[in-house]
């Protein structure tokens, strides 16, 4: 599915083209339809600045984004980006946290931020007539963060509380672990968030150092959605952080390689939680609109196949979904879903049953339609509030190296044929292509794991 907010999503703006990005929206071309008005520029230091203006909306939403996340640390500072995302709400040179949280609510407004694998972000929403208020604080809080001794230590708690959290969190903590299958050995199978071993080594003089090395032109976006102007966002962009010196590094990444085969992670009690993983397209890729729609057609709403087959017909599960995750150079199309041990291994009998029947007899009449539409229902009732559409761009952008517009990308899906469905599956659902990763039982885990290596697709 095409993810409409934070997702542990990613970027790489090292990419992009100085002039053009894609097939998207031009650099200094404007879309206009219905009160929108969709605009691309730059900084005269080049930072780019995507404005989706709405004059019909009585809110605004900014977006710093920097295009580095959690595989860009090195593996003894994992989550040190997650860290100093953290600190950036800590206070600033000017303003203790306090006084942020206060000015920020006085103003009509919400502050937060996240970290992904590829990039962090920091945002305001609000109403429009306080965007300026939000302006100096977004402003300050990235150009002049106070990064302080005490914080680091208070927050490394707060951290590894996170870390802890996300852990106890099977249906998510899955997700995890399908990354560190496929990925590993690569900084992309990594916890966005780190992990306690890491976090608690990180310095202050570490932290800073990051900060110095990434927080900085070209690293750099500015996204803008709701009742604001383009050329007022241009200007307060330009000022705010054109003259912030250069980043001192690079970001250096090396693609992933897919590692088919079966993780298991061991946990306490009789549930699985499962995740099957196939290689995907990367977020620039022709196709990325075709696995989409074969994600929505396998497990994407209650009228998907396996989740007619596996809950609706049999039970053995509450809920079994896919997602299609297309990054900055790879992707993935995942499965997942909890059940018993004792009917775990039909469920993986069942789903591979679909997978195949999926590549012999392909798309059922209607089928391909019905998944447009749901993608469709998403993305325009997901696009309501201006922040889903800061997200949107932003992660678009980022990611492929284009802006578009969620009705381009409606365009793109409607050219999609069931052809070009059926052909990503007879090259991605095959034995010996897949990853599997188990977070149950040991010893029932290790028969389990023992049992899935006949599983075929």
Known sequence: MIILKPNRNGSNIHSLKSTRYGTGVREGAQLKAKGEELILRKTPGGIPIIVDRLSYSRAAALAVYISVGSRDEPQSKCGIAHMLEHLLFKGTELRTAKQIAQEIEAAGGELNGYTSKELTSYFISTLDETLETAQNILAEIISRPLLDAKDVKTEKKVVIQEIKMAEDDPDNYIHELLARAIWKGNPMSKSEGGEVDCVLPLSLRMIQDFYR??????????????????????????????EMPKATRRVNRKTPQFHPGIELFPREGNQVYAAIGFPGVKASHPDRYAQNLLSTVLASGTSSRLYQKVREENGLVYSIYSMSIALSDCGVLGTFFSTSFENADKVFRLVSEE????????????????????????????????????FFLGEVFLQSGKLMTGAQILE??????????????????????????????KKEGRALSKELESLDF
């Open 412 to 441: 793109q899906l409607e050219k999609v044929t069931e052809e070009d469905v059926e052909r990503i599956a007879q090259t991605m659902f095959n034995q010996g292509k897949h990853s599997i990763a188990l977070n149950a039982p």
């Open 355 to 390: 997978m195949r029947k999926f590549k012999d007899q392909g798309l059922e009449k209607g089928e391909l339609t019905r998944a447009k539409r749901w993608i469709k229902g998403m993305i325009v009732r997901k696009l309501e509030p201006v922040e889903n559409r800061m």
């Open 213 to 242: 090395s990434y927080y900085r032109p070209p690293h750099m976006a500015v996204v803008a959605t709701g009742n604001v102007d383009a050329d007022q966002i241009v200007t307060w962009a330009a000022k705010s952080f054109d």
